[in-house]
Structure formats: C-alpha cells, structure tokens
C-alpha cells in the first residue's frame, strides 16, 4: 500500500460544515474500498460523536498521542488510538474536551507544528486516505492539521466571516510553513447549504450592493462543489451515519461521492 493521501478539513469560521463534509467524503471513499481515518481534531469531538463512537467510555483519544509524541515518548502511540466504526473501512483517531489542553502543553516542544505530522508517519502506510476534522481559528490544532496535509478542503457558507477566510487561509499556510519543505498541492473549495445562483445574487445585492459580486464569487474564488441545503444531512447526522450508509440514496449524497470521485482521481 502506497502512503496515505491526508487531506485537512479548514476554516477559520466555525459552523461552516466541516465535520460534516469531512464524515460524508470519508463515507463515500470507504464506499469505494479504500481504507479511511478519520482524526478528530476538535475538542468538541463532533466526527466522533457523528460517527456513533461514545466520547465518555474512550480509553485514548488524539490528545494521548499528541502528548506522547510531543515528549519523545513511545509508550502511546496513534495507533493505539485507532478505533473501529461500524462503517466497513472508516476508522478514526476520536476527540473529546480534553484535546483544549494541547496548545498549552506542547505549544513548547521541539518542531510543535510537526507534532501531528509525526503521528501520522507512524500510521501513512495502513490507510488509504487520512481526513482531519480541525478545529476553527487559526491555532496550534490549525497549525499541525495543515502542517500535516496533501491537501486542504475549506468548506465555506453564505457568511461573510466564511469567504473572508478562504484567502487568510492561504496566507496563514504561507506563514507557517516558512522555512520547511512542505507543499499543499490542492485548495478544494466547498460551498455548503448552497440556495441556488439567484441566492448568491441575492446575497451578493443585499451585502455588498454590487451585483458583480456575484460573478466574483463563481470566477475568482473558483468554488470547486456546491452542497444544497437538505433535511437528508440533518438525518444522517441524527443517525450518527454517514450519507453513504443511510437506507436509502439521498440526492445530496451525489455530491459528496462526487468529492471523493474526484480525489480519488487526483491521487492517481
């Protein structure tokens, strides 16, 4: 097996989808057979919990291998924190509040943005693909997940806050990769709860009172997926199950094995 594809979930903003897009697109690629891990890199725990994995009965979590890692310690690895979901394929690193301790306790280490990174060496050559679920701001967590990525998925919405994220971003990546070899090949950008073109008019009217807005929106920031607003998300989340493994086949679920069709071709 080839080394893993990692592929960090990111913005600034919260509320903008990213757990959810992360679960759904791990869903559809184990769908296809491909070997998926899941890390929780948010101490509100939501891929965890989204993936049915109970937060209060967790021996160790992604903090315990950060921790470990950022001492030189062998004694808790990543791979201890592996767990099984009940979706063939899907594993995943869980969360819980104890994960807000990080930035103070291993802000401090040798190389801290690689912490992360140097977790995963241990564990590239057992998956497919690794999808990580980051907390918003701009923070250690941020730092480790992009520090760690092949490529980044930002999930914006209609907010303001959420597209002026997309280029800090960026800028916030160049910064702190100054003076290493890392690279991220792919900025994959996903517009969720999409209303439809006459909405970003709309939006972009009310706004900005500049209707060009709205070109600017499809020319320049290149959204590369549009999810619409649908009550099968609410579901699937209700069911603690990724859209790929509900009973039935929602239409939202076509654009989210779109995704993984499409990273699964960029990889090639």
Same mark, same amino acid.
């Given at each position: 097996?080839?080394?893993?594809?990692?592929?960090?979930?990111?913005?600034?903003?919260?509320?903008?989808?990213?757990?959810?897009?992360?679960?759904?697109? %791990?869903?559809?690629? %184990?769908?296809?057979?491909?070997?998926?891990?899941?890390?929780?890199?948010?101490?509100?725990?939501?891929?965890?919990?989204? +993936?049915?994995?109970?937060?209060?009965? +967790?021996?160790?979590?992604?903090?315990?291998?950060?921790?470990?890692?950022?001492?030189?310690?062998?004694?808790?690895?990543?791979? *201890?924190?592996?767990?099984?979901?009940?979706?063939?394929?899907?594993?995943?690193?869980?969360?819980? +509040?104890?994960?807000?301790? %990080?930035?103070?306790?291993?802000?401090?280490?040798?190389?801290?943005?690689?912490? @992360?990174?140097?977790? +995963?060496?241990?564990?590239?050559?057992?998956?497919?693909?690794?999808?990580?679920?980051?907390?918003?701001?701009?923070?250690?967590?941020?730092?480790?997940?992009?520090?760690?990525?092949?490529?980044?998925?930002?999930?914006?919405?209609?907010? @303001?806050?959420?597209? !002026?994220?997309?280029?800090?971003?960026?800028?916030?990546?160049?910064?702190?990769?100054?003076?290493?070899?890392?690279?991220?090949?792919?900025?994959?950008?996903?517009?969720?709860?999409?209303?439809?073109?006459?909405?970003?008019?709309?939006?972009?009217?009310?706004?900005?009172?500049?209707?060009?807005?709205?070109?600017?929106?499809?020319?320049?920031?290149?959204? !590369?997926?549009?999810?619409?607003?649908?009550?099968?998300?609410?579901?699937?989340?209700?069911?603690?199950?990724?859209?790929?493994?509900?009973?039935?086949?929602? *239409?939202?679920?076509?654009?989210?094995?779109?995704?993984?069709?499409?990273?699964?071709?960029?990889?090639?």
């Amino acid at each position: 097996m080839t080394k893993a594809i990692t592929i960090s979930f990111t913005n600034y903003k919260g509320g903008t989808g990213k757990t959810t897009t992360c679960i759904n697109v %791990a869903g559809y690629l %184990a769908k296809t057979g491909k070997k998926v891990l899941v890390i929780d890199l948010d101490p509100q725990a939501n891929s965890t919990a989204a +993936l049915g994995i109970d937060k209060s009965d +967790l021996r160790y979590t992604v903090f315990d291998a950060l921790l470990y890692k950022s001492r030189n310690n062998p004694k808790i690895s990543i791979k *201890k924190t592996i767990l099984y979901t009940d979706f063939k394929n899907l594993f995943i690193v869980p969360s819980d +509040l104890g994960l807000c301790e %990080a930035e103070y306790s291993m802000q401090s280490a040798k190389n801290s943005s690689l912490i @992360l990174d140097r977790c +995963l060496d241990e564990v590239r050559d057992l998956f497919d693909y690794i999808l990580i679920d980051t907390s918003s701001g701009p923070s250690f967590l941020m730092i480790n997940s992009l520090m760690s990525a092949d490529k980044i998925i930002i999930p914006i919405d209609s907010s @303001l806050y959420s597209l !002026d994220a997309l280029e800090s971003i960026k800028i916030f990546y160049n910064k702190i990769k100054k003076g290493s070899k890392h690279n991220i090949d792919e900025f994959i950008i996903v517009f969720n709860r999409f209303k439809g073109r006459g909405f970003l008019k709309k939006f972009s009217d009310t706004l900005f009172n500049e209707p060009s807005f709205n070109q600017y929106l499809i020319d320049k920031v290149k959204i !590369d997926f549009y999810i619409k607003e649908s009550k099968d998300v609410v579901i699937s989340q209700f069911n603690k199950t990724p859209i790929s493994d509900l009973s039935y086949k929602p *239409k939202v679920g076509k654009v989210y094995q779109s995704i993984a069709n499409y990273i699964i071709e960029k990889s090639r």
